[in-house]
Nanobody, 123 residues
Framework: QVQLVESGGDLVQAGGSLRLSCAAS????????MGWYRQAPGKQRELVAA???????NYTDSVKGRFTISSDNAKNTVYLQMSSLKPEDTGVYYC?????????????????WGQGTQVTVSS
């Protein structure tokens, strides 16, 4: 069984910083990419940032220059360093993993989600 567990969400004032972590565990053969999505109240879930196993990164325009995604491949962990936070960054942040997992001798590709961590930025 594969799990993605996020941590680091909190209440912070505008202009502050937070670091989110997401650790993947279980029967993981390899990681293709991992990313962070967020969902604000009444809005659709959106991609915030993603990183491939090769280190290529992608950010939504609204966070470029403020957020940094990184990974520790040895720990199957991805981080999101968030700086200069704004009230519009408020939402539940979900970790997403595009993984190759194995069950006995069978490997297959699947997408997994974490349970989410709340980030609230006060003005």
């Amino acid at each position: 069984q594969v799990q993605l567990v996020e941590s680091g969400g909190d209440l912070v004032q505008a202009g502050g910083s937070l670091r989110l972590s997401c650790a993947a565990s279980g029967s993981i053969f390899s990681i293709n990419a991992m990313g962070w999505y967020r969902q604000a109240p009444g809005k659709q879930r959106e991609l915030v940032a993603a990183i491939t196993s090769g280190g290529d990164t992608n950010y939504t325009d609204s966070v470029k220059g403020r957020f940094t995604i990184s990974s520790d491949n040895a720990k199957n962990t991805v981080y999101l360093q968030m700086s200069s936070l704004k009230p519009e960054d408020t939402g539940v942040y979900y970790c997403n993993g595009d993984l190759v997992v194995f069950l006995s001798i069978v490997k297959y590709r699947a997408v997994y989600w974490g349970q989410g961590t709340q980030v609230t930025v006060s003005s």
